[in-house]
């Protein structure tokens, strides 16, 4: 044996053993039996991580980072998954791993954080995964009554770094979808795919993930079966959630003005954004922030043509 061959090994084992020793709780705010939040999970326990599921009970697009107590369902949740007069918080009958909150995405990530966790992981989930949302949440008025973002605000404020995942070419249907082959499940699959490939990305040194009260604001263009049909089809660009001609942002791909998001991912050529926002005000941050997350995702990042 080589040393390349030994040094290459021993770094193989450490990565898988890293992924494995990965706490992750999985949200959104399209709800817990939708296809995409589905076959994100199976995505990221197919790569190795310890996942728990803890999403709102139904649809709650659009809620930003609203609250409430949960309460019994005084109507199924989404797709029939559990029945009127279930329990403010409840989970799939095989899998205890899949959880609802029936409140705002901000309880569910909570939910997660605080009770599921615990019980799970034996304390705080490592990082949280927000999405992939159905549709993209671009710009800052989007951004600001996203549900998605919110709950990974959310995570980020509770001391979890975490980032928000939304995807244009998704429809709102059922997981059981998935035993389809159409285009929404194609689709789905890219996606939870594509999620992976950036988590391992942005975890792969270990911790520090972003620094605290940081979250990051990723956006996918549609895939369909002639377009973006792979997730290695796929770059991503660091960008802003509002693009500023008056700010000075961290220096890469030959300028210090980075583009918005908005225009990256409406760019030919399968482009996804990748914006760093405060969690409190979901605003764009300054050089230095943007910087540690340029240096963490090195290799891993683009520039546009």
Known sequence: MNLF????????????????????????????????IR???SALLEAGYDVVLSAPA???SGTGSSTATPTVLTEPCEFNTCPTGSPPEGFNASDPRLNYVNAF????????????SPQFFGGSPDFVV????????????TVGISGTVGAACEAAKEGIPSTAFSAAGLSQVSFTDLNNNNADTSAALVFSQLTVNFVNALLADGPPFLPSGISLNVNYPASTSSSCASPFDFSFV??????????????????????????????SGCFASVSVMNATSK???GAATQ??????????LSCLP
């Open 283 to 285: 605003a764009d941050v």
């Open 5 to 36: 061959t030994f040094t290459f090994g021993s770094a193989l084992l450490l990565y898988i053993s890293f992924v494995k020793s990965t706490n992750i709780v999985l949200t959104n705010d399209d709800g817990w039996a939708v296809a995409m």
């Open 105 to 116: 995405p901000v309880d569910s990530v909570r939910f997660g954080i605080q009770t599921l």
């Open 58 to 60: 139904e649809n709650e």
């Open 238 to 267: 660091l960008t802003r959630i509002a693009p500023n001609s008056d700010a000075t942002d961290v220096e890469t791909c030959g300028t210090d003005h980075l583009p918005g998001e908005s225009a990256v991912v409406a760019t």
């Open 291 to 300: 910087a540690f997350v340029l240096n963490r995702l090195d290799g891993f």
């Open 130 to 141: 927000s999405g992939p949302n159905v549709g993209n949440n671009l710009g800052t008025a």
């Open 39 to 41: 076959a994100q999970n």
